[in-house]
């Protein structure tokens, strides 16, 4: 966990710091007299980070946030805050960076709530848009006086968070919503789904480099559902090891549906597994071409029996935006097409 305080005069205010500390044990803390370029690398760099912002300061450091989340401001009960704040009270505001969570608070002349410590909700629901799934929900939170944010996330599906758990009010939503996932983690969600089913999946990964992988493996158990796959990063890789024809990399290039059909062909037959995802792309930020700018991706989704999809997007940001969007993407496309829901 990283602490910053950002302002000139938390240097001299003792008793904030010894408040601060007396609650979070941290040898990362970073003091900014006003906002810098190191506080977006501190932000970038730890699972956790604190921010305390005089009131000055404030207002350009929720920018700093939105536009790290590629998001924007909003104005919520008065207070402008990123669309995707997940908590908020009063000068304090909680948000979601991919694995990250960021607290900002603003400290005048008392110390907001700080929602680190508070435990998040989580519903995921895949087939409605936003606005729809705003209608069916508002008014049962209303009615059991629970607080929630909704926004689409970097995959393309609609994520509810909110901080009081209520049975009878997710039984209410089940009953507008049947197919709502109700999981903080959504490849917990995956890896469970899977282990209900005896099935395995496996990947093929490219622009995204092993991290689909990398995010299944952080869940404890997902040995039960996942035995390996490949980062076929050249195109030599996709050739020898998935059977990728030289003819169809020649002809369509490594960015595009042909090859990614194969490499989800080559995955499964190597892997023995049930389904398996493959994904090629641009991420950029060089590579880009007319045809196939920055951000091009191709995802495609497949099972043993034959049954596949392969879908083009194009994707915005940086490098390892685009990456984290196509990982979610990826998931999204998956659990619609098989129907893991």
Same mark, same amino acid.
């Given at each position: ?12 205010? +003792? ?35 604190? #921010?305390?912002?005089?009131?000055? =300061? ?71 848009? =936003? ?62 789904? =899977?282990?209900?089913? +005896? ?49 169809? =990399? ?80 990826? #998931? ?10």
């Amino acid at each position: 966990m990283a602490i910053i305080f950002i302002g000139k005069e938390f240097k001299y205010r +003792n008793f904030l710091q010894n408040y601060i500390f007396s609650k979070y044990q941290s040898d990362k803390v970073y003091f900014f007299d006003n906002v810098d370029f190191g506080i977006e690398k501190i932000i970038l760099k730890y699972k956790e980070v604190l #921010i305390i912002s005089n009131e000055k =300061l404030y207002s350009t450091i929720s920018k700093i946030v939105a536009t790290l989340n590629s998001d924007t401001l909003e104005l919520k009960d008065g207070y402008l805050i990123p669309t995707k704040t997940i908590l908020y009270e009063k000068n304090s505001f909680l948000v979601q960076f991919n694995e990250n969570l960021i607290n900002v608070i603003k400290v005048t002349d008392f110390i907001p709530n700080i929602l680190l410590d508070r435990e998040v909700y989580t519903i995921h629901i895949f087939n409605y848009d =936003l606005n729809t799934a705003d209608m069916f929900i508002k008014s049962i939170f209303d009615s059991f006086k629970v607080e929630y944010t909704i926004y689409e996330n970097e995959g393309g599906w609609c994520e509810v968070k909110f901080d009081k758990y209520n049975e009878n009010l997710l039984k209410q939503l089940k009953g507008f919503i049947p197919h709502l996932i109700f999981k903080n983690n959504i490849f917990e969600y995956l890896k469970e789904k =899977l282990e209900q089913r +005896n099935e395995k999946i496996t990947f093929a990964e490219s622009c995204t480099g092993g991290l689909i992988a990398s995010y299944l493996t952080k869940i404890a158990g997902s040995s039960n559902v996942f035995d390996g796959s490949i980062v076929s990063y050249a195109n030599r890789i996709k050739s020898e090891w998935l059977g990728v024809d030289d003819r169809v =990399l020649e002809r369509f290039g490594a960015v595009s549906e042909e090859t990614v059909q194969q490499m989800l062909l080559g995955i499964l037959e190597i892997s023995s597994s049930d389904y398996a995802i493959a994904v090629s792309g641009i991420a950029g930020p060089t590579g880009g071409s007319e045809t196939k700018p920055v951000g091009t991706v191709y995802i495609g989704v497949g099972d043993k029996k034959g049954k596949f999809m392969v879908e083009r997007l194009q994707l915005s940001g940086s490098r390892e935006e685009i990456q984290y969007q196509t990982v979610m993407n990826a #998931i999204r496309l998956f659990i619609k097409f098989f129907n893991f829901l």
